[in-house]
């Protein structure tokens, strides 16, 4: 998936998988850093955050800062330290206390 994400894929032509984010699918390179491939594919907010509604997204990808965390598995997880896998489901956690942010 080409996107106009200023971010760029390491291994163009990897084997891709789909997974779904907030219901849309992606198809992403396969044992990618999750937090890099849904960068690359476009995504730009990974959550809001529960107080203020602000959006987030990744900022140090070592899982330090808490930016990017997601909703799969049945948990909340930081996408940073995720691999990409065939059938993730993954979405923006805290969406009911975030209202109507703007996405």
Known sequence: ???DSPFLEL???APRVR???DGQPLDLPAGANLAAALLAAGVQV???TPVSGAPR???CMMGA???C???TGGGVRQA???EVEEGMKIARPHEAEAGDATL
């Open 57 to 59: 997204a990744p900022f």
């Open 46 to 48: 990974f959550r809001h």
């Open 19 to 21: 997974v779904w984010f």
């Open 1 to 3: 998936m080409k996107t």
């Open 11 to 13: 291994q163009d032509g």
């Open 69 to 71: 965390l997601v909703e």
């Open 80 to 82: 940073c330290m995720l």
């Open 65 to 67: 800062c808490f930016e």
